[in-house]
């Protein structure tokens, strides 16, 4: 990178704009907005100790942000020293050492905080990207990919309506909106289905359960939460099952599917399939056009019901990690 023609700088609330233009230039496909990106460092900021640290390029001529970078830990499988990176160049200002000195600096920044290793990702269909993630040193672990579902195409024949024979063994089906989303007893039932049917969900790292405050804010009063679209299954006052749609906010005619998780005791029995079914019919029919929905390589379980459903495979991310030396656990 040509320091006379760039500088960096550390990232400030009015970057998010800028933020947000440069990843929907990089994936159209998934739009970034503002409150996206906010709303996530809104959440990890809620835990002391855990860091989102993010890195600006300015364009020195312009005074233009052309590329910004992240170190941050995560929600679902934190370790106070493992961290996602992440480097993100406007398409116009590429291929001149902008990404480079991106990595470089967060790495440092990883290493003086002890980190054992950090993630990345990168789609695999785009060569440069690849290689400059081997370049770093980064070695893929698994897949992971965006499947779509075109809804105005459906065919739900292969799923008929369950709630009967579910009902039949004791099982209600409902909302998280007709349960009441703003009641703490609700909130707390589903925090406990969450933590316990997330345990097997494939994923980098180990699993650690968000907190209660982190899981409100994203999953029940987050900018993408639809309790209204948030199905459940009960047996008498105990949460067993839940699938959750949430909202794209970059793109207002797509859907997106949240998570979907059972209780072990109460797997294969056809509940995930039934509050799926539900969630894809209320999809439609709300106008949505399309749904979308993020599968790992290793949950042949749920992407078995989603090609059901009629889901085809999009974009594929390959997940990295690059160990880093330290003397931490």
Known sequence: ??????????????????????????????????????????????????????????????????????LSHTVFNYHPHKYWVRVAVDPVHQNRGI???????????????DAVCLWGSVRDDVP??????????????????????????????????????????????????????????????LYQLSRISSKDTPRMGEYTPATFEEFVSIDVA?????????????VGEEYVAWSSLERELGTPETIGIGFTGTLPDYRNRGIASELKRR??????????????TGNDSLNTRIWAINEKLGFRPEITWLQAEKPLPSTKP
Not at 100 to 105: F, M
């Open 1 to 70: 990178m040509d320091p006379g023609s760039y500088a960096v700088r550390p990232c400030v609330e009015a970057d998010y704009e800028s933020m947000a233009r440069i990843s929907t230039a990089i994936e159209p496909t998934l739009p970034q907005t503002v409150a996206d990106l906010r709303h996530w460092d809104n959440v990890l900021a809620q835990e002391p100790g855990r860091i989102s640290l993010k890195l600006a390029v300015e364009e020195r001529r312009s005074g233009t942000l052309v590329g910004y970078g992240g």
């Open 99 to 113: 990404g480079q000195e991106l990595y470089t600096l967060l790495e440092r920044a990883a290493v003086d905080r």
């Open 128 to 189: 440069r990207d690849v290689r400059f993630l081997e370049r770093q040193g980064f070695v893929t672990l698994r897949k992971t990919w965006l499947s779509r579902l075109d809804l105005t195409k459906l065919d739900l024949s292969g799923f008929p309506d369950r709630s009967k024979a579910l009902s039949d063994q004791g099982i209600r089906i409902t909302t998280l909106a007709a349960e009441g989303s703003d009641r703490p007893e609700v909130r707390r039932r």
């Open 222 to 234: 987050g900018p993408q939460a639809m309790p209204d679209a948030t199905f459940l299954a009960c």
């Open 279 to 292: 969630a894809v019919e209320y999809a439609r029919a709300h106008g949505y056009r399309s749904l979308i």
